[in-house]
């Protein structure tokens, strides 16, 4: 029986009300049980424009207000220092994960398109509890972010080049050299506003921030920069966060974020909840071996990533295993690469993104006792 769309949609939030509060209470981050929802309601919603849409929404306004606490000369000190370590995350997370696939026999077009699976975090599940264990004020943090922004460079580059794999089509240095000059395009447009209209813009923001329309003009900004991204096939994740460090160089961070702060709640849910609608197990665990294999190995590698990146970022040792710890969670990149291959690798990449979901919750919850543990704090000396 078909229900009413409305009705649908309320249940569908009652529901998630019902499950957040059960998460509170056995404390265990929503997101993941926001996750199961999805993979159990999967079978009863069928390619659901509107929790698509609704959930993307979301994410982009998550993205939004990380962007808004970055202005832009904070950002390219970061971008600066977090190059090296989103370099070494390309070799070991894709083209390590690559390499094992091949060594277990698969073809070159399925090696990178598993390679693909494997090399994102998911930026929002990672951003999502760095705020919800509020952590996001502490050292890692401003690393873990700008390195999960260097990967939403390099996603859809990735992206494309599989896309073209996948389609038979050659890929040529001008459709690359075309997606790189998009992207400087879309950064170069968001440096233009914070620089030039920005500042001309500030009386007005700062005559009208307290009218009800104003939040039009805040959340309007973000979906339209959301969306250009899309529409040139990139990542509306990279527009959002663009679009959040437009609106920081207007200095009025905390008002604007509590403007868009209850659109965000209301509608980040969905996206987990569509995420595991995406995750398909009807069809049974292919190639189980490697997935074990590659299962280890990309927890080693973001491991390694934050231990040697952090470091050079110039991070402690301590902070550095933290970080490392706190982002090996795959998510949306890997679910956008998995639906360009077949039926059993699909199978095989839900089963391994649900899987490092749940681990890298686990992880990143006991992130900060693993590295007190292995770095423990020197005793403060006792004066005499």
């Known amino acids: 029986m078909d229900l009413p769309e409305m009705l649908s949609a309320g249940l569908l939030l009652l529901l998630l009300f019902v499950v957040g509060y059960i998460s509170l209470k056995i404390k265990v981050p929503n997101v993941i049980t926001f996750l199961f929802v999805g993979l159990v309601i999967g079978g009863l919603i069928e390619d659901s424009h509107i929790l698509s849409f609704a959930g993307e929404v979301g994410i982009i306004l998550l993205f939004f207000m990380l962007g808004m606490e970055f202005p832009l000369k904070q950002l390219s000190q970061v971008a600066k220092k977090v190059f090296k370590a989103g370099i070494l995350d390309v070799i070991l997370s894709f083209g390590v994960a690559m390499g094992i696939a091949l060594m277990f ?66 890929i040529t240095a001008g459709s690359i050299s075309l997606i790189l000059l998009q992207v400087l395009l879309l950064m170069a447009g968001a440096v233009l506003l914070s620089l030039w209209v920005m500042p001309k813009f500030r009386p007005f923001v700062d005559r009208y921030m307290n009218e009800d329309f104003f939040v039009l003009f805040v959340i309007g900004l973000a979906l339209t920069y959301g969306g250009l991204a899309l529409y040139l096939d990139l990542s509306e994740v990279l527009g959002a966060f663009l679009a959040g460090i437009v609106l920081a160089e207007l200095k009025r961070t905390e008002e ?10 209301l509608l980040l849910p969905l996206f987990f909840v569509y995420f595991g609608t995406n995750i398909e197990l009807t069809e049974g665990i292919p190639m189980v071996p490697l997935l074990l294999v590659l299962l280890v190995w990309s927890i080693i590698a973001k491991l390694a990533v934050g231990y040697w990146g952090g470091q050079s970022y110039g991070m402690s040792k301590r902070v550095s295993l933290r970080a490392g710890l706190s982002f090996t969670q795959r998510g949306e990149f890997s679910i956008i690469i998995a639906a360009l291959a077949s039926q059993e690798i699909m199978a095989f990449s839900s089963v391994f993104i649900l899987m490092s979901a749940l681990i890298g919750v686990v992880l990143f919850q006991n992130a900060p006792k693993m590295a007190n543990r292995v770095f423990p704090k020197k005793p403060k000396a006792q004066s005499t």
């Open 256 to 265: 604007m974020e509590h403007l868009v702060i209850n659109f965000r709640d």
């Open 105 to 170: 026999g698969v073809d070159w077009i399925t090696a990178m398109l598993i390679g693909g699976v494997a090399y994102a975090t998911s930026s929002s599940i990672t951003a999502k509890l760095l705020e919800g264990s509020k952590r996001m004020a502490n050292k890692e943090s401003e690393f873990m972010l700008g390195l999960l922004i260097f990967e939403d460079i390099v996603a859809p580059v990735l992206v494309a080049i599989l896309v073209g794999l996948t389609a038979g089509s050659a």
